[in-house]
């Protein structure tokens, strides 16, 4: 029996403006979201407007398909997928 596992990078150019388009699209689909890391440059004087989103997928092919499409339609970021056959 094959399993697929999807990893999605998503890269955010400006996280204050595509925030909540993101956080609509993965509330959407929480039940298909197994891990999920985030991180920004935060210092004493700055916190970016750039960001990293770490997305490992635990749905069906369809269901993890469907949420990489909907976040290949917001403007504002880049995705990059990594598909694992185990």
Do not use: P, W, Y
Request: with cysteine; charged share 30%; net charge neutral.
């Amino acid at each position: 029996m094959n399993t697929e596992i999807n990893i999605v990078a998503i890269k955010v150019i400006d996280r204050i403006k595509e925030a909540g388009k993101i956080q609509s699209v993965l509330s959407r689909h929480n039940s298909s979201v197994k891990t999920r890391f985030g991180f920004h440059e935060l210092n004493n004087s700055v916190c970016s407007r750039n960001a990293l989103i770490i997305l490992e997928l635990a749905g069906t092919t369809e269901k993890d398909n469907q949420i990489i499409e909907e976040l290949k339609q917001i403007e504002g970021i880049k995705t990059e997928i990594m598909k694992f056959e185990i």
